[in-house]
């Protein structure tokens, strides 16, 4: 039986508008604003492009104060974000298209195995972040597989991140300064970027830009442990067996810095050759998550009941190199680039292991019992890719490529029971003369090489090293016949090899009495090292056609192919020798839309899509050492509707609408715990968003800007296990802002979340059953209220 609904919450939006301005000066013959991508490697409006893709300016991110991903979701239809908060978005995506998702999306620590079945591009460099979207050119959004030029991690599409380029046009600058309140934080936001872009010569620029924001927490925890010398301080210091430990509180502890720089050179000698060499760091640091204990303390309450206040801290560098050579009939790229990104994380693990059905018996009447995790994350990838792109007028146009990627990926996790080691041996040695409790197995040890050459740390309980390696050679090309001027075919491919190894050192303290395949003679048998290859070769292709009906509108259908990489386990699921490695998975995507304006002032976009996904990988902890593992899980289809218009309704307003369905299911599930037509995780059936926007130019010469947001997204599952799963509830989120600006100057006010709507994102199973949180368990919540405002200066 599924756990409870949360309970469905009533919006109330009341937004009195009074006059804005004196006189509107209006902008005749106002139209809607033509953006330029690269999506098929080469430029063209968005509206040209035959198949569905979203793209955002970076004028229009600023307008909207689109700060991160979870703000891009709200204006774009389709694109899915369950935020995690600052401590996992390094390295768990969150990102959801086209019901592409088989992932408990509540977890906040733990890396995972597999990598986002949506791939996210930072310029060329193909590489997650939830990067802090600032002195952008644009956002491209490319919905659906799009293997054949965007390579492994496209089962459910792209997003692409354009910066912008540094301009030889003339000096520049822009400096920008705000602060904010969330509901109920006792601490402001404050937020400062700028940037200056600075000619040379005639021929080279640079460009500089920076951001420091510091973000308030609104999750209090009134549970917490007073750590002293690495143990829970006793609050009886004459009673060490039976002392209760000291606890205390700390409110806002979700807070956040994000630090982001980025400078980049350019060098155009000639209208022909191009290169730009470029830095971007993001730094990420937060003393907790954005988690809130719901049955412990109630919905709503924004409160953790979490023992131990947790952190993180993460850092992203790329440095990038991307030449462009014009030879009149084609034009070479060059894409280098090497991204670093890493991330250290602890947090409360008690509640997941006060439920384990032997904890008493393993740990006795410990009454200061606190499980601490801590894990750590480096992913290094180096990427080159070479392509030739067709110039000219002629009836084909086509596109050829080669690229290489050599991925390292080292992950740490390991859990502690702090200072149980110490007192099970006094415990034995009291011997029941002061304490008259259970003191527990003895099966906890001071550190201690193992024979595998494994260090086990005093208390420790549980741990995971990996050492993986992945390396990615392909080759891809797209071939485009103009059969007339309103018809064209498009057949493109990629064929890839791909080798992968894992080197995995995994296991828990077990006592024999507790878990009987442990030998006796040697309580660290359970802890191996593992070391286990896998290679993929394959052929994707697409298939593309499209045909203008009229001047304005375009008739497409599309079939393309996406994959994720395979990979290895090194440990054995179950003892399964034969699920040591797990396959790539695979999406094959069927599409029809249309696509077109009228009189300029109206765009619009519709399509249809069934996928069938192969061999889906599915993150695990595998018996009998827990280790993270991955397995193929069966099958599973998504099918659904996406629709987006934008349409200047006069000269000052304009309003922007997109909806989508979608229907995604396992279909032939291959797990046990997983029922076939169970839902896809954090797949919401109906999504959508609405923009109202009103700008004009009073008579005096105030630039006005007026806007209204709403997004939906209804009811979702929060894992796929059927046992375990909580459904989480639908909620709106409503965002305002005024902008007023004269010469260089420009000030806003805004207020996100108008409704103060939780907006619970995924959680935990309530359940008090092995390995799930009971009464602990906790919900991911989105921001509350916030009202702030902003000035800018341009010069």
Known sequence: MRTPNFKKKTLVLAVAAGSLLAADLAISEAVLEEVIVTATRRSASVQDVPYNISAVSGDFLDKANVNGLGDLAKLVPGLTFNDRGSRSQMFSSGIIMRGMNTDRLARINAPLATVSPVSTYIGETPVFVNLDLMDLDRVEVLRGPQGTLYGSGSLGGTIRYIPNEPSLDGFAGEIQGGASEFEDASDPNYRFKGMVNIPITDSVALRLNGKYEDEAGFIDMPNLYSIQNGVVE??????????????RSKDDVNNNDVRTFRAALKYEPSDTVKSVLSYYYQSNESDGANIESYTFYGEGSGKSADYLASDYDGDMNIYAAEIEVDMGFATLVSSTSYADVSSDASGDVTGLYENFTWHSSYYGDYPRRLFSSKSSYDDETFTQEIRLVSNGEGAIDWVVGAFYSHNELDTAYEDKNLGSRVWHEACVEDNGATFDGDCGAPHLYPEYETANGVTVKEDLMYLSNAQSEFDDLALFGELTYHVTEQWQVTGGFRAFTQDYENNTQAGVMLDVSVFPWQPADDPFAAIGAYSENSDDDDILYKANTSYDLTDDMMAYATY?????????????????????????DKTTNYEIGVKGSISDRVTYTAAIYYIDWEDIQLNKNCWPNFGLCVINAGDAESQGVETEISAQLTDSFRLDFGYTYSDASITDSEDSTIPDDKDLPGVPEHSGNATLWYETITSSGWDVTFMLNSSYRSESDSQAVEAYDVEIDSYWLWDTSLAVGIDNWTGRLFVNNIGDEEGYMSAYSTQNVSGHWGERAYALRGKPREIGFDVTYRF
């Open 560 to 584: 393309s192919e996406g994959f994720r990489r395979g990979g290895a386990n090194a440990i054995a699921p179950g003892g399964a020798e034969d699920l040591r490695a797990y396959d790539p």
């Open 234 to 247: 006793n609050a009886n210091p004459d009673d060490f067996l039976g002392g209760e430990g000291v606890k």
